[in-house]
């Protein structure tokens, strides 16, 4: 992380995706919480709360944007949390597994009669058309540590250990 003219900014290279994430171990868990920014990370556990789709979520989150953006440059919570999700859903495989993992309820954004895949797909094309950015600029001092700790765990030698291991362990008990 960088800063940018010494203005408190700071260029932030995003995170791996939620399906990269989960292959290293790292687990997912829906919390309750009424504020969306209440996303954490903590021995091997990110935690977020669950966002519920709506018909009109894609207009609220560009019209939420466009507003921080204009208006609010210097407190772009909302704009971080997009960038973060942006970042953590890039493919169906990703968009499944927050939905499987109630992270993401879907329940009342498009019709019933969606196969999964297309909910999967739709999800991913959504987040995908915020832009996927390898890097984002924030002021927000606790979300940048946030996300050097989870890149951090991502990058641990340890961890790619521990999942190799496993793989091995599971192939010879099939054996």
Not at 42 to 57: D, N, Q, R
């Amino acid at each position: 992380m960088q800063d940018a003219q010494g203005e408190g900014w700071k260029n932030v290279k995003a995170i791996p995706r939620a399906s990269h994430l989960r292959a290293v171990g790292v687990k997912f868990r829906m919390i309750e919480s009424i504020c969306l920014f209440d996303i954490k990370f903590s021995e091997g556990v990110l935690y977020i709360p669950c966002l519920k789709l709506f018909p009109a979520t894609e207009s609220f989150l560009r019209n939420i944007t466009a507003l921080q953006h204009s208006y609010y440059k210097h407190d772009c919570y909302f704009i971080d949390y997009v960038a973060f999700l942006g970042s953590l859903i890039n493919t169906r495989a990703d968009a499944k597994l927050l939905i499987k993992k109630r992270i993401i309820n879907i329940d009342k954004w498009l019709g019933h009669d969606e196969t999964s895949a297309k909910v999967d797909e739709a999800l991913a094309n959504l987040f995908n058309s915020f832009g996927k950015e390898s890097q984002f600029w924030t002021r927000n001092v606790s979300f940048c540590s946030f996300l050097q700790k989870l890149k951090a765990y991502y990058r641990s030698h340890w961890h790619w250990l521990k999942v190799r291991m496993k793989r091995i362990s599971v192939s010879k008990r099939k054996l």
